[in-house]
């Protein structure tokens, strides 16, 4: 009898040990999904709702994650075993690509797979999903983002043409350096000084050979570094915040504001040495030829920002339709006395419920649509000339430009999460996934 026991006991710490070990190996492979998708950009609530569907389909019974921009701490349980893993990825970046393969995979994996399914199909997103775009478009795209900026600025065609090269250099730069790993910050700040030195040798030599005699053309170097603006993880850490999931929204808030800081204060250390000053110009009274202008700036400027976010032609497309749509609904609302945060308000409104429609029809995850479609309503001018003001110690106009230009980003993501809550029940009310369901949650 006893040698029976032991044996029962022995072959019972043998099951329990290679259940421990598959739940390890079904937890990796979860994980490793959460951290494809965070480090392609996307907010927390997308990150663990698809480790859940993939924790669903490998047998969990419950999966508790606490994510930031770049950290995913989880624990996974099953019957009576649980494990709790931490992963952390550098560098946040933005794949608008990869965020969709991870999502269509999430959504497809059915009712049971096994840890070695999900790894290879992983594996092919990796080797799949890269780059969409050349250096040389990812350049061409930043420059006519900027100029886009610029025109809807009020700034002059020719100010827009030399906005557009220096952006262009500057993100030849910001590539160059990223390839050879230096700091993200570092990039930052000399895509920054490179984009706003460019601009101002452009305009020096226009000025030296007559082509221009404006003394205030060399305002416009900020819309030169507005390609730096981080559009996609602002925007996201306001949809997390409205969530209340207060670790992943503020730590991509903070990464965020990390990013604008280092940009203002590159492009603002060259205008205080070189002398620049980002004034705005005088905004000219709309008529039917400016909004035709400010209709191609909005196409290019939406078009340009989602080739940086490494979107499909298909991403590209829908988000500068619907971004079109709403920006001209903002300036229209501008023009007719509305305070400019109500009118961006309306404007991302517009973005979120028509991204809501669209992307059920196509299939691609809202959120790769409706933040590039979203940044062209970002006053980046503003941003910049809020540190200039406050360098310069005119405080007033620097706490005035900061307050309004903060009014209207919070007005965006305002814009975006009442979209939200309109169209998805999910998200309006706090519906979390059921492990225990097989059910296609969008």
Not at 210 to 228: E, M, Q, R
């Amino acid at each position: 009898m006893g040698i029976m026991a032991e044996e029962s006991d022995t072959h019972h710490l043998l099951q329990l040990v290679e259940a421990e070990h598959q739940m390890g190996e079904d937890a990796d492979a979860v994980l490793r999904l959460g951290a494809m998708i965070m480090a392609a950009g996307t907010g927390g609530y997308r990150v663990i709702r698809a480790m859940k569907r993939a924790a669903r389909a490998l047998g969990f019974d419950r999966v508790e994650a606490v994510i930031s921009v770049n950290n995913i701490t989880c624990s996974f349980h099953k019957g009576e075993l649980f494990r709790t893993i931490v992963v952390n990825r550098d560098n946040p970046a933005v794949d608008a690509s990869r965020i969709e393969a991870l999502e269509n995979l999430s959504h497809h994996m059915g009712s049971s797979y096994t840890a070695e399914e999900l790894h290879r199909e992983l594996d092919q997103i990796e080797q799949r999903v890269g780059k969409r775009w050349p250096v040389w478009v990812q350049a061409l795209a930043a420059g006519l983002a900027c100029s886009g900026f610029a025109v809807l600025n009020h700034y002059p065609f020719l100010e827009a043409v030399v906005v557009a090269l220096a952006a262009a250099v500057g993100q030849i730069v910001r590539h160059s350096c990223a390839r050879r790993h230096l700091n993200q910050l570092g990039t930052t700040a000399m895509a920054a000084v490179v984009a706003s030195l460019m601009y101002l040798f452009m305009a020096k030599g226009l000025a030296m050979v007559g082509i221009i005699d404006s003394p205030t053309f060399t305002t416009g170097y900020v819309a030169s570094v507005l390609f730096l603006i981080p559009g996609f993880p602002l925007f996201s850490s306001l949809l997390d915040l409205s969530r209340f999931d207060l670790f992943s929204g503020l730590s991509r808030l903070c990464y965020a504001t990390t990013v604008i800081c280092t940009a203002t204060m590159a492009a603002t250390a060259v205008s205080l040495i070189t002398g620049l000053q980002p004034l705005p110009p005088d905004p000219a009274t709309p008529n039917l030829l400016w909004y035709l202008e400010a209709t191609g700036a909005t196409i290019v400027g939406i078009a340009g920002f989602a080739i940086l976010f490494n979107s499909s032609r298909r991403m590209a497309i829908t988000a500068t339709t619907i971004g079109t749509v709403a920006n001209m609904v903002r300036l229209v609302c501008a023009e007719a006395g509305l305070q400019p945060q109500f009118a961006a308000f309306i404007g991302a409104l517009v973005v979120g419920l028509l991204g809501a429609l669209l992307t059920k029809r196509i299939s691609i995850p809202r959120i790769t649509i409706t933040v590039p479609a979203s940044v062209v309503m970002i006053p980046g001018t503003a941003i910049y000339r809020t540190v200039y003001y406050l360098n310069s110690g005119d405080i007033d106009s620097g706490v005035g430009t900061a307050a309004s230009a903060s009014l209207s980003i919070i007005a965006i993501g305002a814009g975006l999460v009442v979209a939200r809550m309109l169209t998805d029940p999910d998200w309006t009310f706090g519906r979390h996934i059921d492990l225990h369901k097989n059910v296609d949650d969008r």
